[in-house]
């Protein structure tokens, strides 16, 4: 039973079970990976390398589409998308979610809003890459709608990847709002050390 609550709670409240301790630091070459994303309900393929060229990249994972934490993660990046831009920032979410859950969350005007992208990991190898924990997929599990979850949960973890490839920044082990403020404050950080305007 105990089990069963904690396990409850970790996709109620968005909080991983463990801490973003093992994921890649600052300073840590950022794996490259290309996946299939969505915007606006819209599928295409995402490249890593070709986002940091047009400048730092915000990689979130997260447990689940349609589940309490990750819900509120989403709206709070899609109402900050313009601050993330103003700072040069490309936001991309990564969970496990298959790209047919994907392309209805990116385009829920309660969550992605159709302000950024997210990316399928289906098998979980990105982030593995980045040296995250990743858990199995529960039977009978359901998201906020109602219907069961199929697939593994990502530890949420943020990562803040600058233009030489590197991580700025690794975010974890906090709630769901507050780790898009930190994503933030990191992206406008970089943005002041360049020069650029932070849009207040």
């Excluded at 709608?145 to 700025?168: M, N, P, S, V, W």
């Amino acid at each position: 039973m105990k089990k069963i609550i904690a396990s409850s709670l970790w996709l109620l409240l968005g909080l991983g079970s463990i801490s973003a301790s093992a994921a890649l630091k600052e300073g840590d070459v950022a794996p490259d990976f290309q996946a299939q994303a969505s915007l606006d309900g819209k599928s295409f393929n995402f490249s890593l390398k070709e986002a940091l060229k047009k400048g730092p990249v915000v990689v979130y994972f997260y447990p689940s589409a349609y589940t309490g934490g990750c819900n509120v993660q989403a709206h709070t990046f899609a109402e900050k998308h313009e601050q993330f831009a103003a700072a040069g920032a490309t936001i991309i979410g990564v969970s496990l979610d298959s790209i047919e859950r994907l392309n209805e969350f990116s385009a829920d005007p309660d969550y992605c809003a159709g302000k950024f992208p997210v990316a399928s990991d289906a098998g979980g190898k990105i982030a593995k890459a980045y040296e995250l924990n990743v858990r199995e997929a529960s039977p009978g599990r359901k998201d906020t709608r109602g219907k069961e979850i199929d697939h593994g949960f990502a530890e949420r973890t943020t990562f803040i990847i600058k233009t030489d490839g590197k991580i700025g920044n690794t975010v974890g082990g906090i709630a769901p709002a507050e780790n898009v403020e930190r994503a933030l404050e990191s992206v406008q950080s970089l943005a002041a050390v360049k020069g650029l305007p932070k849009k207040p």
